[in-house]
């Protein structure tokens, strides 16, 4: 196994704990809390999905990640512009 | 014996996950009763998202980094604004 596949694979393992994190941010009770946790987790799972496809070789997940990366914080703008009050 | 790109690369990947791994054990640390605790979060997630960011970058995704620089700032933004004049006022 060469060096940049073992650094791959740490920060998988360090993106899964951050993923269950994020999850256990957004089971708090307000709703901007989940936001926040949502947010984090949108980050996290793009990132994954690259590593994905440099490990596994799979090259439409770079297609979902994009989707996910500009989705995410749109959907997160638009909630929170709801929680606020237009 | 790997070029030194890749050497660079690696060393970028696991400052990344530790930077990730902070962040995630900040998250979790602090309760919930403490004062204006979702603005110290909104500040930790930054640092996670800079170095997924980073990380993108350094993984030849240079389109998904330069969207997801963007977004943040005003995803994070508009998080604190809805707290500050939604949630909190009440």
């Excluded at chain 1, 920060?11 to 993923?19: D, N």
């Excluded at chain 1, 987790?41 to 793009?46: D, I, K, M, P, T």
């Excluded at chain 2, 990947?13 to 530790?18: E, N, Q, R, T």
């Excluded at chain 2, 979702?38 to 997924?52: E, N």
């Amino acid at each position: 196994m060469d060096i940049l596949l073992i650094s791959e694979y740490i920060l998988l393992a360090a993106l899964a704990f951050y993923c269950i994190a994020t999850i256990r941010i957004s089971t708090r009770k307000t709703i901007s809390m989940g936001i926040v946790g949502l947010l984090g987790l949108s980050a996290a799972v793009a990132t994954i999905l690259i590593l994905i496809k440099y490990i596994n070789g799979i090259a439409f997940c770079s297609d979902i990640a994009l989707a996910l990366v500009i989705l995410g914080p749109i959907g997160t703008i638009t909630f929170s512009k709801v929680i606020r009050g237009w | 014996m790997d070029d030194i790109f890749t050497l660079i690369k690696s060393a970028v990947l696991i400052i990344s996950a530790i930077l990730v791994v902070l962040t995630a054990i900040g998250l979790l640390r602090y309760k919930d009763d403490m004062d204006l605790i979702l603005y110290a979060r909104i500040h930790m997630l930054g640092v996670a998202d800079m170095s997924c960011i980073l990380a993108l970058l350094f993984l030849n995704e240079p389109l998904l980094a330069i969207t997801y620089l963007f977004l943040t700032p005003f995803a994070s933004h508009s998080i604190a604004n809805a707290y500050y004049y939604g949630e909190e006022k009440r």
